[in-house]
């Protein structure tokens, strides 16, 4: 059954790209509050600043989550299918 793991491969670095925009997502609001105090007169923590790094880790995510995928489908292109197979046993050209 290679098509099911292949699948779950598929699968898992789908998983690992959600993952990574939500943190991207997380990073870039917690980096709007971090410059508020940039145009108004609010204080902070500089507990933001560090929160805002979250930008970063999730664009790594995601760049991981993609290059998972990308391996995954070019070993699944790579590999003969049944209808390249001839009833031989030899591939079709």
Excluded at 54 to 82: D, E, F, K, N
Aim: glycine share 8%.
């Amino acid at each position: 059954m290679p098509g099911t793991l292949e699948s779950a491969k598929v699968a898992r670095a789908q998983r690992v790209i959600k993952v990574g925009a939500i943190l991207t997502i997380i990073g870039i609001v917690a980096t709007l509050i971090a410059i508020l105090p940039l145009v108004s007169d609010i204080e902070l923590s500089g507990v933001w600043w560090f929160l805002s790094m979250i930008t970063g880790v999730g664009l790594a995510t995601v760049l991981a989550g993609l290059t998972m995928s990308a391996r995954s489908r070019s070993t699944r292109s790579s590999l003969p299918t049944q209808s390249s197979v001839s009833a031989s046993g030899s591939p079709s050209e």
